[in-house]
């Protein structure tokens, strides 16, 4: 079965600093990885996939994450980073087996963004 | 516009009680998902349905039920509420497009206390 590790809980940056929030997974089979972000009081919102192709992909609002098959990783990187980007942020991962498109998350990495 | 919305947003209840959650959804989406929310845990699958009549178990569906009569609606009943499921409940849907690569559009959440 596969699961998703992020490896910090928290992560505190100043505003305008660049910013990496670590994702691993482990998984038999073929995936595809997701990153949702959730703003405070409000549900889950996709930022960007993976699902084949360029290893690098990219959200509207500056984030992008990298697909690394050999380190099974997908971290999101921001290269200068707004108040308006604190937030949690979900890594997870979904493998495909006849079928089933489960989700599995991990246990979320709390931006804070402070002037 | 579609959205996915849950009632009520905020329920206090008793240990004991049957209580049902509600989530509809105007997406016309096949696929729909109920998690939970907790402090260090992230979000952990519940039940899920591929359609109407559909329903399975997930990671964490000890003491839940969901019954799915139409695409809308996938209501979720805590058959007799315990201190544990005190939680934040999402529910989600997805479109039986391409498999394992949709995207989950997330509701606003239920926030539950078992007293």
């Known amino acids: 079965a596969q699961s998703v590790t992020q490896l910090d809980s928290q992560v505190p940056v100043f505003e305008e600093a660049p910013v990496e929030l670590r994702c691993n997974y482990s998984?038999?089979?073929?995936?595809?990885l997701f990153w949702y972000v959730q703003y405070p009081n409000q549900g889950l919102q996709l930022l960007l996939k993976?699902?084949?192709?360029?290893?690098l992909v990219e959200s509207i609002n500056g984030f992008e994450a990298e697909f690394n098959k050999s380190q099974t990783s997908f971290h999101l990187r921001k290269p200068s980073v707004h108040i308006s980007d604190t937030a949690e942020y979900f890594c997870?991962?979904?493998?495909?087996?006849?079928?089933?498109?489960?989700?599995?998350f991990g246990k979320g990495t709390k931006l804070t963004v402070n002037p | 516009d579609a959205e996915i919305t849950q009632s009520p947003r905020h329920k206090i209840t008793e240990t004991g009680r049957q209580v049902t959650l509600a989530c509809h959804q105007t997406?016309?989406?096949?696929?729909m998902f109920w998690y939970r929310q907790d402090l260090g845990h992230g979000l952990r699958l519940i039940h899920y349905?591929?359609?109407?009549?559909?329903?399975n178990k997930g990671e964490v569906s000890d003491g839940y039920s969901v019954s799915r009569s139409n695409t809308e609606d996938l209501p979720l009943t805590l058959e007799s509420a315990a201190s544990s499921q005190t939680s934040v409940y999402f529910c989600?849907?997805?479109?039986?497009?391409?498999?394992?690569?949709?995207?989950?559009?997330f509701g606003p959440g239920t926030r539950l206390t078992v007293l």
């Open positions: 989600a849907s997805s479109e039986w497009a391409s498999g394992a690569s949709d995207t989950q559009y």
């Open positions: 998984s038999s089979v073929s995936v595809y």
């Open positions: 993976y699902l084949s192709g360029s290893t």
């Open positions: 997870a991962v979904s493998e495909y087996r006849g079928g089933s498109e489960k989700l599995v």
């Open positions: 997406w016309n989406h096949n696929n």
């Open positions: 349905s591929y359609g109407v009549q559909d329903t």
